[in-house]
């Protein structure tokens, strides 16, 4: 009977309520932890497209404005249709937004994917310096 008092039930529910705040604050590092560690893969992979198809596109914007010609404005035409996959690339970085990720958690898996596929320090400056 004593527990039914409201007294014993406003401290119990407190209680309760401190307790289900103190463990969602601890698990939501780790939730986000998880969510980076299961789509690295493939985030790291639209990445390394959507980078690449940037560079493409700037590369072949650069080349019609040097040398405007029929196969020039060609090859813009199909870099910008490689771009689509920086489509795809923001819907799957929106979808992690959505489940919790952060845009320093989404830096920090874009700074994996580059690493991953860099030997040195070296292919890492290539990868996003641009060329003519």
């Known amino acids: ?10 401290l119990t529910h407190g209680v309760a309520l ?21 789509n690295q893969t493939r985030y790291g992979v639209l990445v390394e497209q959507c980078d690449g198809a940037m560079r493409d596109h ?12 029929r196969a ?3 090859a813009l035409q199909a870099s910008e249709v490689g771009l689509i996959i920086c489509q795809d690339y923001d819907l799957y970085q929106k979808r992690l937004m959505q489940w ?3 845009e ?12 991953a596929r860099a030997d040195d320090l070296d292919e890492v400056v290539s990868t996003h310096e641009i060329r003519f």
């Not at 009977?1 to 406003?10: E, G, I, K």
């Not at 698990?27 to 998880?34: G, I, S």
């Not at 700037?58 to 010609?69: C, D, I």
Request: glycine fraction near 8%; proline fraction near 5%; charged fraction near 20%.
């Open 18 to 38: 401190v307790a289900g705040v103190m463990g969602a604050w601890v698990a939501l590092p780790l939730w986000r932890e998880a969510v980076m560690a299961l």
């Open 58 to 69: 700037y590369q072949a914007k650069a080349q019609a404005a040097e040398a405007p010609s």
């Open 72 to 74: 020039s404005g060609m």
């Open 1 to 10: 009977m004593r527990l039914a008092l409201p007294r014993n039930r406003f």
């Open 104 to 115: 320093t958690e989404l830096g920090q898996m874009r700074l994996k994917a580059i690493e």
């Open 100 to 102: 919790g990720l952060r």
